[in-house]
């Protein structure tokens, strides 16, 4: 091939030497015999990674010359194509020298000590500080694998301290100063070498005081560096081992663990292993993988209940170290492992009460095996926390439903684990009640209470049903308490004797729920009345928040189902207010508007506080409730209002808000939604067409998902009867002077008691100007023309009650408001609450007495939650 096709990487000096070597190799090659099996690939054709230089290629051609001149009928083989057992046939007699993993590290040290020694001589920091940072690595691999630190490194630190003082005094005095690179190097290197001899201090000082012993303890430490093994001659593959296909084994391989240390699982050294694994938890280079299956290797051999308790303890902590990340969620596979292992030191705990776990005990040595009988009282207490493992096993498994898809199998597959999760937090129950530990067992039956107290009686009933396997049991099930109520009942009144007030809190707020979701309404008014949370509850923690909401809303429902359409009204109205339920309840997150954007880590914590899907309460259903029964207080009351000015003073803003949107469309189709149908009823109610209001309401689909729906409904129809009666006497009140009853009850289809009940309660709450006539069966209106002053004088009236409301909230604010959350002010708070409520009442009697006629329709519809409550009987 000629020479113009040559590779780019050659010289002419090459060319010259290859067209030398071209001739002479043209000769050799006629000369030589013509049964040579391949002949040498032409230099010109090789890569330029193989013969870039003369050298190779000389030595190249030196090999083939070689080849040249075997034997003919001996094929000729390329040193790169020689098998194993060419190699052994000649090195057979060799010896080898095996270093260990450490003993490379070590010389690693060492060369590094070396190039930063050169760095330091051409003042070359950028370089040093390289080369340290590699040197602290190397270090930390040492540490790692539980190895002394070198003696070489602390020397190494001492002597790098000190050239860097001088290098820093020299250049303070230089004139000339040094680049800026080199610079930042050397202020770099200042602060490395000061944190890492802070880091190292009680090894500098050591070598310091006596280097030799330093250096002495390190090699007794060390173990023989260089092992000799004759190199032995590998065994050829017969016919034999290839029909067999099986490895030949060598007995002398053993398992190593990290940095080459044999690893042996007995129970002698079960002790000096945990302690390695517990130095390297939480490093950089730790595998957690291989920590926990030496620590399940460690439980199979561990003989004593004491090995046992120390390794389930450490085996616990590292399935939940295994998962660091705090947006995903634990894999099923360890949570299951990790639930079962708290089950299993339960078991052990309970079985022998000689051992005991607590988060508070003496120190004591954890390389002894400790005993009941050398213990002062006979009880061994090792330090750990059963209740800190049921809390992160809790967490857990609400992540792991908060980030699966409730739509689909996975997250009914992964809700079936609460019951084995609630077996675990009942058996924990069960040994602090035995080991007599009230702090962590107000927490678990915390636990325990969070998780059947919004729960209906059949899930409640699935769940305790797990304990009938269990060899040991809380003092207080569901058998031996009859009743999910009466369950509930007792776990709340072992929290409420707890001394910490966020569980007290909790408690009585579950409490709530509990009693309003089975429908007694007055119980859990009660309680929440007496309680004044609602004083308190805004310096509360965000979770705790959540739950007062819950129990608000469930308690509003509650008064829906029970028909009590105003308490249901105003205890809804207050989480409607916000327009922000969703976020509210923790069942959405807050929908970004007018720019206010949230941080990652604001966005994070609040997706983390949202409930599972199974504990949701619907929107839909709860918006419908409010709808409906603000349509049911607001319709009367728009009725009874004369001047326009009084018709802007809404007590359901979202309901007048939305009435008013209805009635600004110009064509209104056939409803769609659940808003479309309650609109459309709210002004049949008004053009008196109560049956045509109470089809529309009735025909909503969403409340089939409301127990007991056929009474709901009844309710309703009757309610709607009542107030379409209200709104019509309201209506057409100034258009009669008499009515007869029996008129109104076929009207309505309402029983004439019922009718002549409601109008007399109207006229006795001066909302109706009216009177009775029981001979004739009739009602009988009466008008009363008020004149202008007296117009006037009720305007600066109802003015002045408004601001005195506002004086009197301001004054609660200021008075009430400054106790902290859990501080209810004692005496002190009673007695101005009782102050207040006497003069709220005052003034009603003031406002009942100056309004007369219809103008003073409706003046007791404007109260708020708690005045509403206390006045039902």
Same mark, same amino acid.
């Given at each position: 091939m000629s020479r113009f096709f040559r590779q780019a990487g050659d010289s002419d000096s090459d060319t010259e030497e290859s067209d030398e070597e071209l001739l002479t190799s043209g000769d050799e090659d006629a000369a030589a015999p013509k049964t040579t099996a391949k002949p040498a690939m032409s230099r010109f054709l090789r890569t330029a990674g193989s013969d870039s230089s003369s050298s190779d290629s000389e030595s190249s051609d030196e090999d083939e010359s070689e080849m040249s001149d075997e034997e003919p009928t001996q094929k000729k083989k390329s040193r790169f194509m020689r098998g194993d057992s060419d190699e052994d046939s000649e090195d057979e007699d060799v010896k080898r020298v095996v270093k260990s993993t450490k003993d490379k590290r070590l010389e690693e040290i060492e060369a590094t000590g070396k190039v930063m020694d050169n760095g330091l001589k051409i003042n070359d920091w950028v370089a040093i500080s390289n080369e340290f940072d590699k040197l602290l690595r190397l270090v930390q691999r040492q540490s790692n694998a539980a190895e002394p630190l070198p003696p070489f490194f602390v020397k190494t630190l001492l002597s790098l301290e000190n050239s860097l003082n001088a290098a820093l005094a020299k250049e303070k005095e230089a004139k000339k100063k040094m680049n800026a690179t080199n610079a930042r190097a050397l202020n770099s290197m200042k602060q490395k070498v000061r944190k890492t001899a802070k880091e190292f201090e009680k090894e500098v000082q050591q070598y310091q005081n006596d280097p030799e012993a330093f250096e002495r303890e390190f090699a007794a430490h060390a173990q023989p560096a260089d092992v000799v093994v004759p190199k032995s001659k590998k065994p050829k593959k017969g016919a034999d081992s290839e029909s067999d296909g099986e490895p030949v084994l060598d007995d002398r391989f053993t398992t190593v663990g990290k940095g080459g240390k044999a690893m042996s699982f007995s129970a002698d050294n079960i002790f000096k292993t945990l302690k390695l694994v517990h130095e390297a938890r939480g490093k950089k280079n730790t595998d957690r993988g291989e920590q926990i299956r030496i620590l399940e290797k460690l439980l199979e051999v561990a003989v004593t209940s004491y090995q046992r308790i120390r390794i389930l303890l450490a085996l616990v902590s590292s399935r939940f170290? #295994?998962?660091?990340?705090?947006?995903?969620?634990?894999?099923?596979?360890?949570?299951?492992? *990790?639930?079962? +292992?708290?089950?299993?030191?339960?078991?052990?705990?309970?079985?022998?009460?000689?051992?005991?776990?607590?988060?508070?005990?003496?120190?004591?040595?954890?390389?002894? +095996?400790?005993?009941? /009988? &050398? +213990?002062?009282? %006979?009880?061994?207490?090792? !330090?750990?926390?059963?209740?800190?493992?049921?809390?992160?096993?809790?967490?857990?498994? =609400?992540?792991?439903?908060?980030?699966?898809?409730?739509?689909?199998?996975? #997250?009914?597959?992964?809700?079936?684990?609460?019951?084995?999760?609630?077996?675990?937090? @009942?058996?924990?129950? *069960?040994?602090?009640?035995?080991?007599?530990?009230?702090?962590?067992?107000?927490?678990?039956?915390?636990?325990?209470?969070?998780?059947?107290?919004?729960?209906?009686? *059949?899930?409640? @009933?699935a769940l305790e049903s797990s304990l009938a396997s269990s060899e040991i049991t809380p003092g207080v099930t569901l058998a031996s308490s009859a009743t999910t109520s009466s369950l509930i009942h007792s776990l709340c009144v072992h929290l409420y004797k707890a001394d910490n007030s966020l569980l007290r809190t909790r408690a009585m707020l579950s409490h709530i729920y509990h009693h309003a979701l089975h429908n007694d309404f007055y119980t859990a008014r009660d309680m929440l009345l007496m309680s004044h949370l609602q004083e308190s509850i805004h310096s509360a923690d965000v979770a705790t928040q959540i739950l007062y909401n819950r129990t608000v809303v469930q308690l509003g429902l509650c008064a829906f189902r029970c028909g009590l359409i105003k308490e249901a009204q105003a205890t809804l109205q207050d989480i409607f207010t916000t327009q922000r339920v969703k976020e509210l309840l923790a069942q959405g997150v807050h929908q970004q508007r007018f720019q206010q954007q949230l941080t990652p880590e604001q966005e994070k914590a609040e997706r983390s506080r949202q409930l599972p899907f199974h504990m949701h309460i619907n929107t839909e259903l709860l918006e419908a409730a409010f709808l409906v029964s603000s349509m049911l207080v607001e319709v009367p009351l728009l009725a009874s209002i004369e001047s326009e000015e009084q018709k802007r003073k809404a007590i359901s803003k979202p309901f007048r808000r939305l009435l008013d949107f209805a009635d600004r469309q110009v064509f209104t189709g056939p409803p769609e939604s659940t808003r479309d149908h309650i609109m459309q009823a709210s002004k049949a109610l008004q053009d008196g067409e109560w049956e045509k209001c109470r089809d529309l309401i009735q025909s909503i689909k969403i409340?089939?998902?409301?127990?007991?729906?056929?009474?709901?409904?009844?309710?309703?129809?009757?309610?709607?009867?009542?107030?379409?009666?209200?709104?019509?006497?309201?209506? #057409?009140?100034?258009? #009669?002077? &008499?009515?007869?009853?029996?008129?109104? $009850?076929?009207?309505?289809?309402?029983?004439?008691?019922?009718?002549?009940?409601?109008?007399?309660?109207?006229?006795?709450?001066?909302?109706?100007?009216?009177?009775?006539?029981? @001979? =004739?069966?009739?009602?009988?209106?009466?008008?009363?023309?008020? @004149?202008?002053?007296?117009?006037?004088?009720?305007?600066?009236?109802?003015?002045?009650? *408004?601001?005195?409301?506002?004086?009197?909230?301001?004054?609660?604010?200021?008075?009430?408001? $400054?106790?902290?959350?859990?501080?209810?002010?004692?005496?002190?708070?009673?007695?101005? %609450?009782?102050?207040?409520?006497?003069?709220? %009442?005052?003034?009603?009697?003031? !406002?009942?007495?100056?309004?007369?006629?219809?103008?003073?329709?409706?003046?007791?519809? /404007?109260?708020?939650?708690?005045?509403?409550?206390?006045?039902?009987?």
């Amino acid at each position: 091939m000629s020479r113009f096709f040559r590779q780019a990487g050659d010289s002419d000096s090459d060319t010259e030497e290859s067209d030398e070597e071209l001739l002479t190799s043209g000769d050799e090659d006629a000369a030589a015999p013509k049964t040579t099996a391949k002949p040498a690939m032409s230099r010109f054709l090789r890569t330029a990674g193989s013969d870039s230089s003369s050298s190779d290629s000389e030595s190249s051609d030196e090999d083939e010359s070689e080849m040249s001149d075997e034997e003919p009928t001996q094929k000729k083989k390329s040193r790169f194509m020689r098998g194993d057992s060419d190699e052994d046939s000649e090195d057979e007699d060799v010896k080898r020298v095996v270093k260990s993993t450490k003993d490379k590290r070590l010389e690693e040290i060492e060369a590094t000590g070396k190039v930063m020694d050169n760095g330091l001589k051409i003042n070359d920091w950028v370089a040093i500080s390289n080369e340290f940072d590699k040197l602290l690595r190397l270090v930390q691999r040492q540490s790692n694998a539980a190895e002394p630190l070198p003696p070489f490194f602390v020397k190494t630190l001492l002597s790098l301290e000190n050239s860097l003082n001088a290098a820093l005094a020299k250049e303070k005095e230089a004139k000339k100063k040094m680049n800026a690179t080199n610079a930042r190097a050397l202020n770099s290197m200042k602060q490395k070498v000061r944190k890492t001899a802070k880091e190292f201090e009680k090894e500098v000082q050591q070598y310091q005081n006596d280097p030799e012993a330093f250096e002495r303890e390190f090699a007794a430490h060390a173990q023989p560096a260089d092992v000799v093994v004759p190199k032995s001659k590998k065994p050829k593959k017969g016919a034999d081992s290839e029909s067999d296909g099986e490895p030949v084994l060598d007995d002398r391989f053993t398992t190593v663990g990290k940095g080459g240390k044999a690893m042996s699982f007995s129970a002698d050294n079960i002790f000096k292993t945990l302690k390695l694994v517990h130095e390297a938890r939480g490093k950089k280079n730790t595998d957690r993988g291989e920590q926990i299956r030496i620590l399940e290797k460690l439980l199979e051999v561990a003989v004593t209940s004491y090995q046992r308790i120390r390794i389930l303890l450490a085996l616990v902590s590292s399935r939940f170290d #295994y998962n660091s990340s705090i947006t995903s969620y634990m894999p099923t596979d360890l949570w299951l492992s *990790a639930q079962h +292992e708290v089950d299993q030191l339960i078991s052990i705990v309970v079985a022998d009460s000689s051992y005991s776990v607590q988060e508070d005990t003496e120190d004591y040595d954890e390389l002894v +095996e400790r005993h009941p /009988a &050398t +213990e002062s009282d %006979g009880v061994v207490r090792i !330090r750990g926390s059963i209740i800190s493992f049921v809390d992160r096993l809790d967490d857990e498994f =609400t992540k792991s439903l908060q980030n699966i898809d409730p739509h689909g199998t996975e #997250y009914i597959d992964r809700l079936k684990d609460e019951k084995v999760l609630y077996r675990t937090i @009942s058996r924990s129950q *069960a040994f602090y009640e035995q080991s007599s530990q009230p702090e962590p067992l107000a927490r678990v039956i915390m636990r325990r209470l969070e998780h059947i107290y919004s729960k209906p009686d *059949a899930v409640v @009933s699935a769940l305790e049903s797990s304990l009938a396997s269990s060899e040991i049991t809380p003092g207080v099930t569901l058998a031996s308490s009859a009743t999910t109520s009466s369950l509930i009942h007792s776990l709340c009144v072992h929290l409420y004797k707890a001394d910490n007030s966020l569980l007290r809190t909790r408690a009585m707020l579950s409490h709530i729920y509990h009693h309003a979701l089975h429908n007694d309404f007055y119980t859990a008014r009660d309680m929440l009345l007496m309680s004044h949370l609602q004083e308190s509850i805004h310096s509360a923690d965000v979770a705790t928040q959540i739950l007062y909401n819950r129990t608000v809303v469930q308690l509003g429902l509650c008064a829906f189902r029970c028909g009590l359409i105003k308490e249901a009204q105003a205890t809804l109205q207050d989480i409607f207010t916000t327009q922000r339920v969703k976020e509210l309840l923790a069942q959405g997150v807050h929908q970004q508007r007018f720019q206010q954007q949230l941080t990652p880590e604001q966005e994070k914590a609040e997706r983390s506080r949202q409930l599972p899907f199974h504990m949701h309460i619907n929107t839909e259903l709860l918006e419908a409730a409010f709808l409906v029964s603000s349509m049911l207080v607001e319709v009367p009351l728009l009725a009874s209002i004369e001047s326009e000015e009084q018709k802007r003073k809404a007590i359901s803003k979202p309901f007048r808000r939305l009435l008013d949107f209805a009635d600004r469309q110009v064509f209104t189709g056939p409803p769609e939604s659940t808003r479309d149908h309650i609109m459309q009823a709210s002004k049949a109610l008004q053009d008196g067409e109560w049956e045509k209001c109470r089809d529309l309401i009735q025909s909503i689909k969403i409340w089939n998902l409301m127990p007991e729906v056929a009474s709901v409904k009844e309710m309703l129809a009757k309610r709607i009867q009542e107030q379409g009666l209200r709104t019509y006497l309201f209506t #057409y009140a100034p258009y #009669y002077s &008499t009515l007869s009853l029996s008129l109104l $009850s076929r009207t309505f289809s309402l029983p004439l008691r019922s009718v002549t009940s409601m109008i007399s309660k109207m006229i006795w709450n001066e909302e109706l100007s009216a009177s009775l006539d029981q @001979s =004739t069966g009739v009602v009988v209106f009466h008008r009363i023309e008020h @004149s202008r002053p007296q117009q006037l004088a009720q305007v600066i009236a109802d003015k002045v009650s *408004a601001l005195l409301e506002q004086n009197e909230k301001v004054l609660d604010i200021k008075l009430g408001g $400054s106790g902290g959350w859990g501080d209810r002010g004692g005496d002190k708070g009673e007695k101005r %609450g009782e102050q207040t409520q006497e003069r709220r %009442g005052r003034g009603d009697r003031t !406002r009942g007495s100056l309004r007369g006629g219809p103008r003073g329709r409706g003046s007791r519809f /404007a109260q708020g939650l708690g005045n509403q409550m206390t006045r039902v009987r």
